[in-house]
């Protein structure tokens, strides 16, 4: 998250921006000028209320206040983590208005919100931007199953804004962050709808098994059974919309949607990486099978470099990766 260009305002100005945000108090006023000064990505949440503790000139209440008019300009939050079971204040954050951090953050939070309590709904785009207006287009990041793997493999710390399309057109908003932890998270929303027997045997019939070979399916986390099922899910929607038991929770059907997306993405994700390890394992062999069949077995220095280089453009930002492995297999263990 980049520093937000009001941390750097001096006092006027950010008295101006905060008129221009809402109405804030004295004592919120003061400690928005004192978050700035202190600026880092996330300010300790207790460290932060200890110092203005001893200064005895604002108070928690006031604090907690100040966040909750940030967070309804989209300006910062207080962020929360579940500790030993209880969910505690971690860390202030604030950005600029509308920015990627602030929606990252936020959506993290829903995504606690979901840790806790596994009945709370699902992350949509659409209610929120019924709670904070549109989500501007430059911040956010629409994904497909190749898009979706391509984050999912990313191994960068700065989060990602990502909208995953569900199959009632609209879309989860996650963290890049997220991915993972999610997939877990829509089988346990699943699992909790799929709690109804009356669901439960109307799947069963559609994949034509037993009651009993789904539920043992649904107890374990086998890739290959949800994406099954959830292709299921995605085909009938219509007849299990119009189960007489009142019908089903519309988030049972996003969640599907987006499980089925995840799922195919990390599938697609292995399949590619296996090819790659095949190609390049079929590489580094021609590249030895020519080493031996030069002369005597060898192959002088500048011809071997000029063989492995023939590779760059093929592996082209791989192709270090390429080159080190070969030589740690090839040239360095001789």
């Known amino acids: 998250m980049n520093q937000p260009q009001f941390v750097s305002f001096d006092t006027k100005q950010r008295e101006i921006l905060l008129s221009q945000l809402g109405n804030f108090s004295p004592a919120e006023r003061e ?56 969910r505690v204040r971690h860390a202030l954050i604030v950005s600029d208005p509308g920015s990627a951090g602030f929606y990252c953050a936020l959506v993290d939070e829903l995504f606690t919100d979901m840790l806790e309590s596994i009945t709370t709904p699902l992350p949509l785009e659409s209610a929120i931007a019924e709670d904070f207006g549109p989500i501007p287009e430059e911040v956010v990041h629409r994904v497909d199953s190749g898009s979706l793997a391509m984050f999912m493999a990313a191994t960068d710390e700065e989060p990602v804004l990502l909208a995953i399309p569900t199959s009632r057109q609209d879309h989860i908003l996650l963290s890049s962050l997220k991915l993972k932890s999610f997939i877990n998270l829509a089988i346990l929303k699943l699992r909790y709808y799929l709690g109804s027997t009356n669901l439960l045997g109307a799947l069963a019939k559609m994949q034509d098994t037993s009651l009993l070979a789904l539920k043992q399916g649904c107890s374990a986390k086998e890739p290959g059974f949800w994406l099954s099922l959830t292709g299921t899910i995605q085909e009938n929607t219509r007849e299990l919309e119009a189960l007489r038991t009142g019908g089903v929770d519309p988030m049972f059907f996003h969640a599907a949607s987006a499980l089925k997306l995840l799922i195919s993405s990390q599938m697609e994700q292995a399949q590619e990486k296996k090819r790659f390890q095949e190609e390049k394992a079929l590489d580094m062999n021609a590249i030895v099978m020519a080493v031996k069949e030069a002369p005597d077995h060898f192959m002088a220095p500048e011809q071997l470099e000029r063989t492995i280089e023939a590779q760059r453009d093929k592996y082209g930002e791989r192709f270090v990766e390429f080159r080190e492995e070969f030589e740690n297999r090839f040239i360095k263990d001789r």
Not at 46 to 53: E, G, L, W
Request: proline letters at 2%.
């Open 31 to 86: 400690l928005f000028h004192k978050i700035c000064q202190v600026w880092q990505r996330e300010i300790p949440y207790d460290r932060f209320v200890k110092s203005i503790a001893s200064s005895g000139t604002a108070s928690s209440g006031d604090l907690n206040s100040l966040m909750t008019k940030l967070r309804r300009e989209r300006v910062g939050l207080v962020s929360t983590r579940i500790s030993e079971g209880q």
